[in-house]
T-cell receptor, first 109, second 113 residues
Framework: GEDVEQSLFLSVREGDSSVINCTYT??????LYWYKQEPGAGLQLLTY?????DMKQDQRLTVLLNKKDKHLSLRIADTQTGDSAIYFC?????????FGKGTRLSVIA | EAGVTQSPTHLIKTRGQQATLRCSPI?????VYWYQQALGLGLQFLLW???????NRGNFPPRFSGRQFPNYSSELNVNALELEDSALYLC????????????FGPGTRLTVL
């Protein structure tokens, strides 16, 4: 079946790197996504990775995909207070997307 | 380019009433998705429309229904509202049925009293 798991909370100091982890169960997923949700807002697409890639870098964001272990991570370099939000991992087998419950990132100034 | 828009922003109803939520996709997108984000339950898929047809449905009772109009905008209707229907309802759109990447609107916060 489809299930996406994430740790619920992460706290980091401003300027440090944040690493948010996610595991998924369906090896047929074609794309894996990271979305950001700020309080009271919708989901903002941050980045995504195609399942045949191992890594994708986009400015401060680095996505690593370990397909063998079905593990996805999002690294945010030089974390800022504006990065405080809930981060959702999602997998795409066929629509719809299947989401994890989200990781709440708190950035301490 | 305008993103996905949803209306209203907030909606307050009482138990047993009906709610109608609206979504306009990004221009050029033909697929619209509805998700429910209830407290503590994460994002649950509700409905998917593409080219005016319902393509897939999540594990929700029939009182959750919707439609997609010829201009690809969509409506979600919730009948016989229950307290547990209180949630943020998110709409997303994608380029088409085979396009995976979904872009989300800001959501409609439905409160059932």
């Amino acid at each position: 079946g489809e299930d996406v798991e994430q740790s619920l909370f992460l706290s980091v100091r401003e300027g440090d790197s944040s690493v948010i982890n996610c595991t998924y169960t369906d090896s047929s997923s074609t794309y894996l996504y990271w979305y950001k949700q700020e309080p009271g807002a919708g989901l903002q697409l941050l980045t995504y990775i195609f399942s045949n890639m191992d890594m994708k870098q986009d400015q401060r964001l680095t996505v690593l995909l370990n397909k063998k272990d079905k593990h996805l991570s999002l690294r945010i370099a030089d974390t800022q207070t504006g990065d405080s939000a809930i981060y959702f991992c999602a997998e795409s087998l066929n629509t719809p997307l299947v989401f994890g419950k989200g990781t709440r990132l708190s950035v301490i100034a | 380019e305008a993103g996905v828009t949803q209306s209203p922003t907030h909606l307050i109803k009482t138990r047993g009433q009906q709610a109608t939520l609206r979504c306009s996709p990004i221009s050029g997108h033909t697929s619209v998705y509805w998700y429910q984000q209830a407290l503590g339950l994460g994002l649950q898929f509700l409905l998917w429309y593409d080219e005016g047809e319902e393509r897939n449905r999540g594990n929700f009772p029939p009182r959750f229904s919707g439609r997609q109009f010829p201009n690809y905008s969509s409506e979600l209707n919730v009948n016989a509202l229950e307290l547990e229907d209180s949630a943020l309802y998110l709409c997303a759109s994608s380029l088409g049925a085979k396009a995976d990447t979904q872009y989300f609107g800001p959501g409609t916060r439905l409160t059932v009293l």
